[in-house]
């Protein structure tokens, strides 16, 4: 069975209270898509049912492109999670940012988040989900990015990124975004992520408690193994080749660093479940080929999925398809052609 990609429910509020104050009422989407109006953090939800949310409630808003960033200016108000209480009772902003890497997959199992340090930068990373090409995945991390943005600035009472970066492409008319002055809202990015100066890493958090974050790590690790327990080893390599596929560098080692296993316990795990490595590789590079045959040209797909060149990328596709990617890109294109004639087609 495919694995169903999941987010915590507790957005739906925050989004919930935006919509009101934008003068709509959200009541009849969240009833229409059976959400619940008060979730906690423990409740989940399919990727694709939040997206369908942010999508309705972007048609609700045609004149309000922006609309995922205002919502998470809104301060909170639910109670906190224990997640959320465990990184601000962190000492510094670099101990919260590596707890928020650490317990991601309390928070999503769609993509990973991680923290990457170099030269005089800290980059907090949102993998990017398969499904980005949907506007409601896009609003999802635009919200998640900006709504982390503002809990580290109430945190540490004022820190700002130097940079918000977004893969995926700004909206078209969209004008100015609602954003401080002082850091930079970027989209078309090699990554999404938050990037802060290095000097950050130890400001100092305002409600800093260590015995109250010794209290609940256990806690927090226990969740964190029933959240790993619930999800194969084959998704997650999967959940961290879709990352590494975009960056040029899907190889084995990387993908066991980003799980924190060594390479031999990956290999280990991936034979019991009666697999390799490869043989995921392959399927998510099959996947990721048919998304982007079309958007791109063939040349580019095969640098994007690390072949060494275009023929290497031909001899794979053709094992995969039993055709070149050429014939199936015009396959595909003359399908879809019919299909729209046979929509446009007047019934008797």
Same mark, same amino acid.
């Given at each position: 069975?495919?694995?169903?990609?999941?987010?915590?429910?507790?957005?739906?509020?925050?989004?919930?209270?935006?919509?009101?104050?934008?003068?709509?009422?959200?009541?009849?989407?969240?009833?229409?898509?059976?959400?619940?109006?008060?979730?906690?953090?423990?409740?989940?939800?399919?990727?694709?049912?939040?997206?369908?949310?942010?999508?309705?409630?972007?048609?609700?808003?045609?004149?309000?492109?922006?609309?995922?960033?205002?919502?998470?200016?809104?301060?909170?108000? &639910?109670? %906190?999670?224990?997640? /959320?209480?465990? #990184?601000?009772?962190?000492? !510094?902003? =670099?101990?919260?940012?590596?707890? +928020? $890497?650490?317990?991601?997959?309390?928070?999503?199992?769609?993509?990973?988040?991680?923290?990457?340090?170099?030269?005089?930068?800290?980059?907090?990373?949102?993998?990017?989900?398969?499904?980005?090409?949907?506007?409601?995945?896009?609003?999802?991390? &635009?919200? %998640?990015?900006?709504? /982390?943005?503002? #809990?580290?600035?109430?945190? !540490?009472? =004022?820190?700002?990124?130097?940079? +918000? $970066?977004?893969?995926?492409?700004?909206?078209?008319?969209?004008?100015?975004?609602?954003?401080?002055?002082?850091?930079?809202?970027?989209?078309?990015?090699?990554?999404?992520?938050?990037?802060?100066?290095?000097?950050?890493?130890?400001?100092?958090?305002?409600?800093?408690?260590?015995?109250?974050?010794?209290?609940?790590?256990?806690?927090?690790?226990?969740?964190?193994?029933?959240?790993?327990?619930?999800?194969?080893?084959?998704?997650?390599?999967?959940?961290?080749?879709?990352?590494?596929?975009?960056?040029?560098?899907?190889?084995?080692?990387?993908?066991?660093?980003?799980?924190?296993?060594?390479?031999?316990?990956?290999?280990?795990?991936?034979?019991?479940?009666?697999?390799?490595?490869?043989?995921?590789?392959?399927?998510?590079?099959?996947?990721?080929?048919?998304?982007?045959?079309?958007?791109?040209?063939?040349?580019?797909?095969?640098?994007?999925?690390?072949?060494?060149?275009?023929?290497?990328?031909?001899?794979?596709?053709?094992?995969?398809?039993?055709?070149?990617?050429?014939?199936?890109?015009?396959?595909?294109?003359?399908?879809?052609?019919?299909?729209?004639?046979?929509?446009?087609?007047?019934?008797?």
């Amino acid at each position: 069975m495919d694995h169903v990609p999941t987010m915590t429910a507790t957005v739906i509020p925050h989004a919930l209270r935006a919509a009101r104050r934008a003068g709509i009422d959200p009541v009849p989407v969240a009833a229409r898509l059976h959400l619940l109006s008060t979730p906690t953090f423990g409740d989940r939800l399919p990727l694709a049912l939040i997206a369908d949310f942010w999508e309705a409630m972007m048609r609700a808003l045609p004149g309000d492109p922006w609309f995922p960033i205002r919502a998470a200016a809104i301060p909170e108000h &639910e109670e %906190l999670s224990l997640l /959320t209480m465990f #990184c601000r009772a962190q000492e !510094t902003l =670099g101990e919260a940012l590596r707890s +928020v $890497a650490r317990y991601s997959l309390l928070v999503t199992d769609a993509f990973l988040i991680s923290v990457h340090a170099g030269g005089d930068r800290v980059m907090l990373v949102f993998d990017t989900p398969l499904a980005i090409e949907r506007l409601g995945v896009r609003c999802q991390m &635009e919200f %998640l990015v900006c709504d /982390t943005v503002g #809990c580290i600035e109430h945190a !540490t009472g =004022g820190v700002r990124p130097l940079e +918000v $970066a977004f893969t995926h492409s700004r909206r078209v008319g969209a004008g100015v975004p609602p954003w401080p002055a002082g850091s930079e809202l970027r989209y078309g990015a090699p990554r999404t992520g938050i990037v802060y100066a290095r000097s950050a890493w130890r400001a100092p958090l305002s409600g800093a408690k260590p015995e109250l974050a010794r209290t609940l790590r256990p806690r927090l690790d226990t969740m964190l193994s029933a959240a790993e327990g619930r999800m194969a080893t084959t998704d997650r390599v999967r959940m961290v080749l879709a990352e590494l596929l975009r960056s040029g560098g899907p190889s084995g080692q990387r993908a066991a660093r980003r799980l924190s296993m060594s390479w031999r316990s990956l290999q280990r795990h991936l034979a019991a479940a009666g697999t390799t490595f490869r043989a995921i590789l392959d399927d998510t590079r099959f996947r990721f080929a048919r998304e982007w045959l079309g958007e791109m040209p063939i040349k580019a797909v095969a640098d994007r999925l690390g072949y060494a060149d275009q023929r290497a990328f031909d001899r794979a596709f053709r094992r995969w398809a039993g055709t070149s990617p050429m014939h199936y890109l015009h396959g595909s294109t003359r399908t879809r052609a019919r299909k729209l004639g046979e929509k446009a087609r007047p019934r008797r």
